[in-house]
């Protein structure tokens, strides 16, 4: 079971998500009230271990301005969060290792996800970001041979039942892990981790699993 802590502001928070076993931390470039400056993010990322994923979180950014930001930045991949096409996945994925384009519930889009230039995809609500719950039922079909991760609304008290409910690849959380808002809580993510990966019907992913070069080399 992957975990990703997004939405993450601070390096005593990144730190703290890497401690509590975090395989992936989230930084939101996009316009949101947990963006970060890239600077900061490159002050982070800079000071993690290399085996932890980072990725920058985009909302329908030009495919250059995305992969420039990456690089500037030290994250490792990209996660895109709005209505990119499959052209513009395709141009990102061409100069990043790893990316993940994320559906609200419910898009008919995710059927045809197969076509894009990346196996890993991310289920969310219809507004992604708030904290709510979706009906799990309408993450449909998704095509054979894609990693979904799922995210909208997860927390420490529903995060067993969303993983037995959904099989998914991995889960993505954000304000279901904080004190208050873009400050996480340290037994919030420790026990979000925990039962993520208790109610995983699979062993643990490891990194000779993943779709992208772990180490970033």
């Given amino acids: 079971m992957f975990v990703k802590i997004c939405g993450i502001t601070s390096e005593d928070d990144a730190l703290l998500a890497v401690a509590m076993g975090a ?10 009230s947990r963006q970060v400056p890239v600077q900061r993010v490159y002050d982070i990322t800079r000071r993690l271990p290399p085996e932890v994923m980072t990725v920058g979180v985009f909302r329908d950014e030009h495919p250059k301005r995305v992969i420039e930001i990456v690089h500037r930045s030290g994250v490792k991949g990209a996660q895109l969060h709005g209505n990119e096409s499959v052209a513009a996945v395709a141009a990102v994925a061409k100069g990043i290792g790893f990316v993940v384009k994320a559906y609200a519930a419910g898009s008919g889009e995710i059927a045809t996800s197969h076509a894009l230039a990346t196996d890993t995809i991310m289920i969310d609500g219809s507004t992604p970001g708030s904290g709510h719950l ?10 054979e041979g894609m990693r979904m991760i799922l995210a909208g609304g997860l927390d420490p008290d529903n995060v067993t039942d969303a993983v ?5 690849w ?4 954000s304000t279901g892990v904080e004190r208050a808002p873009g400050k996480k809580d340290a037994l919030k993510i420790k026990r979000f981790i925990e039962r993520a990966r208790a109610a995983a019907p699979v ?3 490891g990194p000779d699993d993943l779709p992208y070069d772990w180490h970033g080399e």
């Fill in 23 to 32: 395989d992936a931390l989230g930084f939101v470039f996009a316009p949101s």
């Fill in 134 to 143: 979706f009906d799990w039922s309408l993450v449909g079909e998704i095509p």
């Fill in 164 to 168: 037995r409910t959904v099989n998914p």
């Fill in 170 to 173: 991995g889960v993505d959380v």
């Fill in 203 to 205: 062993p643990y992913v």
